[in-house]
């Protein structure tokens, strides 16, 4: 109750501000189908949809991945996770690119952008049969705030859109997270925009033996996400009985993980273990093929790192 009363004033604040017209555009994702998840704030918010290229909805029941982008809650680009998503779509799963409101765009606060974390994948759920998804092999994805958004989904109890379908859970089933946002104590990332409800929408104080499985990739430089968290994090999962990896990356900074930023190397480095992650818990199945890595590199093999 407190949860959604806090939500509700918020929404009520900010109904006041909201934009009267779009603020985000659909984007061209080759190999992507795009479905509206949600309508709130004056935009329609997409899911770019990549499927594998056998995939047959009416026979299949494969497990998907929905990834959140980065951007301190305030702006970023559904194009962050574009080529994990590719990639994964490769290897046989469904990969979504999931978009949501920002304060840049929509003037919304983080309880906004865990709200459409949340609406994104019940959507997906609720419409499981439809696209051919496993409905029990929905994870969650994401770098930074994105990480923190993917996480609540997994985490946290409650802070839905009021507007959703409650009786369809919103609970991703694992996750996978990239120097993720996941402490908003004061001790953590982001404590003033969220001081008035942090125990609430922080995910490392709401692990229980429910959380799902989790891989964590983090830089020992990181300057926003101590490793001190990253390892109380995993210690909490662990200690709930819940399956968890934590992987540093010595002497990395915040968003290492982007190809752009840390390099094909370390970039491949990533998605291998994102892939081992996932062919654990049966979500992919065999290995991946030097050609399918290859394919999700951006770079000319002619350049080095």
Known sequence: MKQLIHFLIYFCLLSTVLPTHAETSKANYPGSTAEI??????????LYIFNPK?????????????????????????????????????????????????ASRQKTTPMECVADGKSAVRWLRKNASRLGIDPNRIAAGGGSAGGHVAA????????????????????????????????????????????????????????????????????????????????KFDAKLKAAGIQSELHLYQDQPHGFFNEGKGGTKIFLDTLRKTDAFLTALGYLEGKPTEQQLAAASTRKKNKRD
Do not use: C
């Not at 009416?58 to 301190?72: L, S």
């Open 152 to 231: 609540t989904t997994g985490i946290i109890s409650g802070l839905d859109d009021p507007a959703d379908d409650k009786n369809i859970s919103s609970k991703a089933n694992a996750l996978v997270l990239y120097n993720p946002v996941y402490d908003n104590s004061s001790e953590g990332y982001g404590y003033s925009r969220v001081k008035d409800y942090w125990k609430e929408i922080s995910p490392l104080q709401n692990i229980d033996q429910h959380s799902p499985p989790t891989i964590v990739f983090l830089g020992t430089k990181d300057k926003l996400i101590p490793v001190a968290t990253a390892k």
């Open 37 to 46: 998840y949600k309508h709130a704030s004056g935009d329609d918010l997409y």
């Open 54 to 102: 056998d995939h047959d909805p009416a026979k299949d029941q494969r497990a998907a991945i929905v990834f959140f982008f980065g951007g301190g809650w305030n702006g970023g680009s559904t194009s962050q996770f574009q080529q994990h998503t590719a990639y994964l779509a490769s290897r046989g799963m469904i990969a979504v690119l999931a978009d949501y409101r920002v």
